[in-house]
């Protein structure tokens, strides 16, 4: 193998949301950056792409609703650098029974972490959005009014192209196939499939369902991530209603908590169209998807009867419009994995993967913590202990929850 150009303080390899993150965040801080992609830049076979991902700061789970707030202000941050927006704020609205474990632990966290919310019974969520939604007996909602859509594929491109305007070196079509420490020297070797070697001081590798693949290759150490293909659909909306469901007339990005757990944003990509999906997916194979039977099935059929039941009359509910697939890589508790890898790469290598669905919203602030961990070794400001790659070790199961699962065991966690 040659190498292949300069030297780099770092290299991060994987540039969906969390790598061009990191890379610009590396880059903001003076470092020199190379970032590589094993396809095309701004390809749809991950986890990056598509019309929509929803913003939101209510969690049942106490540890991200800061780390969504500090991403708020990034995403701002970073349109205002570049000149565009690709956030549009809504409001958004949690939803499901009132003994929900889950949507009670929602409702404990929001004043803690100063989140306005609102706690409304069926009645009053009627007249908030016009009779959109029907609520069924003991079910609440709770409204807070820090949501929004993202427009995926464009808020990639922006952070790359912010990447650029500091510096970063991008390089696609670059399968890395190994890395390694450079034994004479410090630091790393990243190896790619073509034959190419780059070397960087440090390394961060965010390559998404494909973590546990050139994970196992590198160290033979697997982890628990489990990739998983998801289908997300589009509903018509009824004639008359299109205006109802439009962020304009402050239509929210939604989670129905129970079985299924249903997820949902305005009417903004495709005229007419509303987007409502069931969170979860099918195991898979990044490498050998099946395209054809991976769209459909309980993810499409279990939606179906959640329309009829709170959106009746607002929504055709006979069969979605039209469906787009996607993937994300799943741990067992749901949680992110960040951390360092460890054993014979001590520092110097940083992974982070295992978003679970519900980490693209978190692009800005894991791009922060990361570039922090790269180059200081630490990320101030951040808890990162439930992101330790060792609580698989401790426990198969991950981080302990209070709260019952959101999905059932055959689909996992939420694409968002």
């Not at 500091?166 to 390694?180: N, S, T, W």
């Not at 790469?345 to 519900?358: I, L, P, Q, R, T």
């Amino acid at each position: 193998m040659e190498f292949s150009g300069d030297r780099f303080d770092v290299v991060v390899v994987g540039a969906g949301i969390m790598g061009s993150c990191t890379a610009y965040e590396v880059a903001k801080r003076g470092q020199k950056v190379l970032l590589l992609e094993q396809f095309d830049f701004l390809h749809h076979l991950g986890s990056s792409h598509g019309e929509s991902r929803t913003i939101r700061a209510t969690y049942p789970e106490a540890y991200y609703a800061s780390m969504v707030q500090e991403s708020y202000r990034l995403w701002e941050a970073a349109q205002s650098e570049i000149g565009y927006r690709v956030l549009t704020k809504t409001p958004h609205l949690d939803i499901g029974p009132a003994s929900n474990k889950s949507l009670q632990c929602v409702i404990a966290n929001c004043e803690p972490d100063s989140i306005n919310a609102q706690i409304l019974h069926r009645s009053q969520l009627h007249d908030m959005f016009s009779g959109a939604f029907q609520l069924p007996d003991q079910w609440i909602g709770v409204v807070t009014d820090a949501g929004g859509v993202i427009k995926p594929t464009k808020a990639v491109a922006m952070f790359q192209a912010l990447a650029i305007r500091r510096g970063v070196v991008l390089r696609d079509r670059m399968e890395v196939k190994d890395i390694q420490r450079d034994e004479e020297g410090g630091g790393i070797w990243v190896s790619a499939a073509g034959g190419d070697r780059f070397w960087g001081r440090k390394c961060v590798v965010t390559v998404g369902a494909w973590m546990k693949k050139l994970v196992k290759a590198v160290t033979g150490r697997v982890l628990p991530i489990q990739p998983l293909h998801t289908t997300v659909c589009y509903w018509k909306i009824k004639e008359g209603h299109e205006k109802e469901f439009s962020p304009e007339t402050a239509f929210p990005t939604f989670a129905s908590y129970g079985e299924p757990y249903i997820y949902g944003t305005p009417s903004l990509e495709f005229p007419g169209l509303i987007k409502i999906a069931m969170h979860g997916g099918h195991p898979c194979d990044p490498d050998r998807r099946d395209w054809a039977s991976g769209s459909g099935g309980v993810l499409v059929d279990s939606v179906i009867p959640w329309i009829e039941r709170v959106l009746e009359g607002r929504v055709e509910a006979g069969k979605p419009v039209m469906k787009q697939d996607c993937m994300y890589s799943m741990t067992p508790d749901g949680d992110f994995i960040v951390d360092f890898l460890g054993g014979e790469f001590g520092k110097e290598v940083v992974v982070a993967g295992g978003f679970s669905g519900h980490g693209f919203k978190m692009g800005p602030v894991v791009g922060r913590i990361l570039a922090e961990l790269a180059i200081l070794g630490e990320a101030a400001g951040f808890e990162l202990k439930h992101f330790r790659l060792g609580r698989f070790e401790e426990d198969p199961k991950g981080n302990a929850k209070e709260f019952e699962d959101q999905v059932s065991s055959h689909v996992s966690q939420n694409h968002e």
